[in-house]
């Protein structure tokens, strides 16, 4: 694959285990990873000047639908709450089929890219018309970016006392089958995988006891981690109590659902014992700060969690509740969030940023990325801090106070995937055009 050069970047955060910041220093890029970082450093491969940059390693989204980019600022959804929102949304998503799940992928894909992402997760939960989780595999293998997609589900419908219409939800056995089917063709455990996938049940509103049990022991035989929603509001709380008898932090533990191998996205709600719970547990949390915006949902205690040593990575959430996919807008919004709740030191940009670098990658299992270190995966994003969004900023490594919300340059396991701000990887017109193309023919057919 050879050799790529950053030459005196202005800095580089390493969000490395020591911290290390680097001031006018290279970075070497040797077969997907990270060969060296330090001054002085030369190759005889591809060579990038990095002075006006800041260097940082590709974010990580851990919880997103791609599929929902189709259906953005819909009205009758704009101001809607969790519930209601979902039942309007539900008739649309319902025409979806094969390619509009590749579609939407690519452009949610393209979207995340070009706000600095290199490794995103996906949690995909229903599956009509044909549709099938590889659809957006292929996409993602396309666009270029590290993936790690989930086999999300939902098997309870209107008729059951469901959310979901009955047509767009699954029998149970037939989940566990696809599943296992997924999983066996797609999942890929070694270093430096491209492709991971995971086990998602869309909600514990959407699926049984049982399913949720199930698919447990599965993940824990086929070595995959488990993702879903959790305590994403009050509702979901109101839900669970009246439902399950317990806080849905009680209905995970009970059903095998903590542990270094489980996220949960949101978890808005979590009371002190639970996050107690997670940290003991090691369980993984996806802050999702637009979308808990959007949806009124309330603001996560995350300063608390991370004081009490719970995982915690940043996610765009779909795109029917954000309705961007800007993974730095998120970190931005992350720590502006905290300090409405406890003040202006609850959060520095440097932590904001690690959450979204680092931490998420810790999240999702992967050590291997997330942080700019030798031997680590060669995910790094360059940033151009002496435009108009740097001028001025006495702190230009300070990128969550002053700084690009797009990414100059982005590698992906070495691959370069925005040049000068531009996706090399595909025909972003061509994308465009059949993007909106669909989009228009679901808006005429609803
Ligand atoms: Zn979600």
Not at 2 to 8: C, D, P, R
Not at 189 to 197: N, T
Not at 216 to 238: F, P, Q, S, W, Y
Request: hydrophobic share 40%; glycine share 10%; with cysteine.
């Amino acid at each position: 694959m050879g050799e790529t050069l950053i030459q005196n970047a202005d800095t580089i955060l390493t969000m490395d285990d020591a911290d290390q910041v680097f001031q006018n220093s290279d970075l070497l890029i040797r077969d997907g990873k990270i060969a060296a970082v330090g001054q002085g450093l030369v190759t005889s491969g591809e060579v990038l000047r990095g002075e006006g940059c800041v260097v940082t390693p590709g974010l990580v989204n851990t919880h997103h639908h791609l599929y929902q980019n189709l259906t953005r600022a819909v009205p009758g959804a704009q101001d809607a709450l969790l519930f209601g929102w979902l039942q309007r949304l539900y008739p649309i998503w319902s025409r979806f089929g094969p390619e509009e799940m590749f579609v939407s992928a690519q452009l949610g894909l393209v979207e995340l890219a070009l706000s600095g992402c290199t490794l995103s997760s996906d949690h995909l939960y229903l599956y009509p018309n044909g549709a099938r989780l590889e659809d957006t595999i292929h996409a993602a293998a396309e666009v270029g970016l590290r993936f790690h997609p989930t086999r999300g589900a939902m098997s309870i419908g209107e008729s059951k006392g469901g959310l979901p219409p009955d047509h767009l939800v699954e029998e149970e056995a037939a989940i566990l089958q696809d599943m296992i089917r997924v999983v066996d063709g797609f999942h890929d455990a070694s270093e430096g995988a491209m492709c991971r996938v995971g086990l998602a049940p869309c909600s514990p509103f959407s699926v049984s006891r049982e399913l949720m049990r199930d698919t447990a022991i599965l993940a824990r035989d086929k070595g995959v981690m488990l993702h879903t929603h959790l305590a994403e509001n009050e509702e979901d709380i109101a839900y669970s109590e009246a439902q399950f008898g317990c806080r849905p932090g009680q209905y995970a533990e009970d059903l095998g659902w903590t542990g270094p191998d489980v996220w949960h996205a949101h978890c808005v709600k979590l009371n002190p014992a639970e996050i107690d719970l997670f940290a003991r547990s090691r369980t993984g949390v996806a802050h999702c700060p637009c979308s808990n915006c959007r949806l009124g949902s309330g603001i996560a205690p995350v300063r608390q969690m991370r004081d009490a040593g719970v995982p915690v990575g940043l996610g765009v959430d779909g795109s029917a509740s954000n309705d961007m996919a800007d993974l730095m807008g998120e970190a931005r919004q992350t720590m502006l969030l905290q300090r409405v709740m406890q003040g202006a030191d609850a959060m520095s940009p440097y932590e904001a940023l690690q959450i979204a670098t680092r931490g998420g990658a810790d999240v999702l299992g992967r050590p291997d990325c997330g942080r700019l270190a030798v031997g680590k995966r060669a995910d790094v994003a360059i940033w151009d801090v002496s435009g108009v969004a740097s001028s001025g900023s006495w702190d230009p490594a300070a990128l969550l106070l002053a700084g690009p919300s797009r990414v100059k340059d982005l590698f992906v396991e070495g691959r370069q995937v925005i040049k000068g701000g531009e996706v090399t990887t595909l025909d972003l017109p061509h994308l465009l055009e059949r993007h909106q193309r669909m989009a228009q023919a679901l808006m005429l057919a609803s």
